[in-house]
């Protein structure tokens, strides 16, 4: 079952752009924490940025500058502006999500899918 789905994901050339996407593919009774991290091949999921509830950011050293994570509650959608591409930054990009299904529900952890993001050299 789908909780989270993410798009924007694709190909582009070293110094080019993309913006990803992750929306609530089911209603929530509220959403904390949202993120994003990445794998690439061959290493382990590491975290790329994270979002409060009230908008407070996080993001990685690696990234700083260039990445910027965003959400808009309403939509329950969170969204990663991603400048200046490098090679290294190809991975899998997943979206995660601490949540409470309903006013009864302990907080969880939802993730995407997955979107792949390729940026040649």
């Known amino acids: 079952q789908v909780q989270l789905v993410e798009s924007g994901g694709g190909l582009v050339q070293a110094g080019g752009s993309l913006r990803l996407s992750c929306a609530a593919s089911?209603?929530?009774?509220?959403?904390?924490?949202m993120g994003w991290y990445r794998q690439a091949p061959g290493k382990q999921r590491e975290l790329v940025a994270t979002?409060?509830?009230?908008?407070?950011?996080n993001c990685a050293d690696s990234v700083k500058g260039r990445f910027t994570i965003s959400r808009d509650n309403a939509k329950n959608t969170v969204y990663l502006q991603m400048n200046s591409l490098k090679p290294e930054d190809t991975a899998v990009y997943y979206c995660?999500?601490?949540?409470?299904?309903?006013?009864?529900?302990?907080?969880?952890?939802?993730w995407g899918q997955g979107t792949q993001v390729t940026v040649s050299s």
């Open positions: 089911r209603s929530f009774f509220r959403i904390n924490g």
């Open positions: 979002i409060t509830s009230g908008g407070s950011t």
């Open positions: 995660k999500a601490d949540a409470l299904a309903t006013s009864w529900s302990i907080s969880r952890e939802y």
